[in-house]
């Protein structure tokens, strides 16, 4: 990991609803109410809430997949709110996404082997068909899939190897920078740390810088160097992972703590979750994110 941020958002901002009636009409959803992190090259963020807190519409903003309405993007030092589709085309090579359910990603149609070779065509990385479909190959090993099974159909696979295809394609075209977007919440519990090792073992391979998403903790606590939390649209604490796991600020990350189950059966019965009260504990608007430790910021 260096000192030097590759993705950085600022006061990013994501509403829904008819933007004409934005000032008269309060009904305007906030998806994503005004969130500024960074991400160092080579770290992995953690990005945590439960469902419908804003984590997928955070990921797609800062890829550019969707209009931010406010805020400010940079990619490894440089601006790209605004940017035309052209201007965008180089940084698209650079950050790529992988999702939950990697069936609805494949293209049943299409061999998994074509499916991870199409990027390369799309950016015209390789002239030469061979060398083209020897990357393929390159890919497979690396994502722990035999050679063999780039002639197979997506419905040939399972889970966890469909999971290994996407990030396959993911990885094609030399990305730095990648959101991950629940990848393993579809997952056999079994499986699951496989493709956690597999995210591991690439980023040190590439030198990958991972946004992580995920709305429980629990891998995240193995994966992530740092974690945010998101809560209805904001960032109610961000720190490195230790400090979260052993010193939570937040009522709410303290509610999300406690609900991870503990493998120990005595230490089991003893544990009582923690609620939250959504009621009562809301941030006032203009809440700040303020240090309470190294690195370590509460929304109060
Ligand atoms: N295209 C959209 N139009 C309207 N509302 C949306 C759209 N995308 C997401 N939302 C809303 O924004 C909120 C955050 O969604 P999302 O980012 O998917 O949350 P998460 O990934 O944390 O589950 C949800 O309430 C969702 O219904
Ligand atoms: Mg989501």
Do not use: W
């Amino acid at each position: 990991m260096t000192e030097h941020p590759l993705a950085r958002v600022t006061g990013l901002q994501k509403t829904f609803g008819d933007e004409r009636l934005m000032s008269t009409n309060r009904q305007v959803f906030r998806a994503v109410d005004n969130v500024s992190f960074e991400i160092m090259a080579g770290e992995t963020l953690g990005l945590v809430g439960e469902s419908g807190s804003g984590k997928s519409t955070t990921g797609r903003v800062l890829l550019q997949l969707d209009k931010p309405t406010g805020g400010e993007i940079e990619f490894d030092g440089n601006r790209i709110t605004g940017l035309s589709k052209r201007e965008l085309k180089p940084y698209r090579k650079e950050m790529q996404i992988i999702f939950q359910d990697p069936y609805a990603s494949l293209n049943p149609r299409m061999t998994v082997g074509d499916f991870v070779e199409e990027p390369l065509i799309v950016h015209g990385l390789f002239k030469d068909r061979q060398q083209r479909r020897a990357r393929v190959m390159e890919l497979f090993t690396l994502v722990g899939l035999d050679q063999s099974f780039a002639t197979r159909y997506p419905h040939e696979f399972s889970g966890g190897q469909r999971q290994r295809v996407s990030i396959a394609r993911a990885i094609a075209l030399n990305p730095r920078f990648i959101v991950c977007d629940e990848p393993i919440t579809a997952l056999d519990v079994s499986i699951q740390a496989q493709i956690v090792n597999l995210f591991q073992d690439l980023q040190e391979k590439l030198g990958l810088t991972y946004l992580f998403i995920a709305h429980d903790l629990s891998m995240i606590r193995y994966l992530c160097h740092r974690v945010a939390v998101m809560l209805r649209g904001r960032v109610v604490e961000i720190g490195p992972t230790e400090a979260i796991f052993a010193n939570p600020q937040h009522a709410y990350t303290k509610a999300l703590l406690s609900a991870i189950p503990v493998p120990d059966p005595e230490l089991e019965r003893q544990r009582r979750p923690i609620g939250f009260d959504y009621q009562t504990q809301k941030s006032p608007a203009d809440a700040q994110l303020r240090p309470v430790g190294e690195n370590h910021y509460v929304l109060a």
